[in-house]
């Protein structure tokens, strides 16, 4: 199995386009520490990618991995399809960006494809295009990406949270309350899985078995603590009120991410609040000392 890190920033990037505060400064100053939107590709077979999330950002995430670039044909591109996490702005307004495509596949929740087809109106806006595939991302069982790969997927609730541009929709618009899942990826070849979550309002069961078999576990790392949001005046919420569990205190992630005996323990969907953002911020030796890192752009995963 092979992972390629494309983005691990939270909405808005890092610099935010609109945001001065000390992160995006930072990442101004010192351009090292720029993040484009979180997301990752999944190789589903030889010159077969999928990416996780289609961010706004997505035309210079191809562009800055070889492997996503096109060729050897003039229009031929390895990109296959999208797999969604939820329908939030940040990870499905870059599926504009491909329009240019012949078709690709896209794997959604029900909740999350209803969503970007009756509120985004995203078939009607894609279908004088191109061809898009509606496949739905599974709970219950795993599928494959490709029909010869060995690579499988499914998803794992993890949020109820709606996106606001679908937060008042009737119960006759959406088929069930999955919003927001983690994706589990497994390698049929290799015995190997990881878990991708960049977004988690919740730390279930489910998950919780997963996370304890996978190989690499990458979760959300939007904010530092519970209080950051509001102690930094973006939001008068919490970090849970927002729909993310923090990575420290009571609510926080990292000590369960630090019991995992998974190879690869890594935060990922940094806000631009967060201290994490400083690659010399001393967050970062509090993680490494509990064996847990922050994913950098331009990571590689093998396993």
């Known amino acids: 199995m092979l992972l390629q890190v494309l983005g691990t920033a939270a909405g808005g990037g890092i610099p935010q386009w609109n945001c001065a505060c ?54 031929e591109t390895p990109l296959a399809g999208v797999v969604l996490t939820d329908a939030e702005l940040d990870h499905t307004l870059g599926m504009a960006r491909l329009r240019e495509a012949q078709g690709f596949d896209v794997f959604a ?29 599974p709970r219950t069982r795993s599928v494959p990406l490709t029909e010869n790969g060995s690579i499988e997927i499914s998803g794992i609730k993890v949020s109820g949270k709606r996106p606001r541009y679908a937060a008042d929709a009737e119960p006759h618009e959406v088929s069930d309350d999955t919003w927001v899942v983690a994706l589990r990826i497994s390698d049929r070849e290799t015995g190997t899985a990881a878990l991708y979550a960049p977004a988690m309002a919740a730390w279930p069961e489910e998950f919780d078995a997963a ?18 949001p509001r102690r930094t005046g973006i939001s008068r919420r919490t970090a849970t009120g927002m729909g993310h569990l923090p990575i420290e205190g009571p609510a ?44 950098d752009d331009g990571m590689v995963i093998e396993l």
């Open 22 to 75: 000390p992160g995006c400064l930072g990442a101004r100053a010192h351009p090292g520490r720029r993040r484009r939107h979180a997301s990752i590709a999944i190789r589903a077979a030889q010159a077969r990618w999928f990416v996780v999330n289609a961010t706004p950002d997505i035309a210079d995430q191809i562009e800055d991995s070889a492997a996503l670039r096109p060729g050897p044909g003039p229009r």
């Open 109 to 137: 929740a029900p909740a999350v494809r209803d969503a970007l087809i009756t509120r985004l109106r995203l078939g009607e806006v894609l279908g004088p295009y191109t061809g898009v595939a509606w496949r739905e991302l």
């Open 211 to 228: 996370a304890r078999e996978a190989d690499c576990v990458i979760v959300d790392g939007t904010f530092w603590d519970d209080e950051e």
């Open 252 to 295: 926080g992630t990292a000590d369960r991410l630090a019991k995992l005996g998974a190879r690869h323990r890594l935060y990922t969907h940094l806000n631009n609040t967060n201290p994490l953002v400083d690659p010399d911020a001393p967050q970062h030796r509090a993680l490494a000392e509990r064996g847990i890192e922050v994913a």
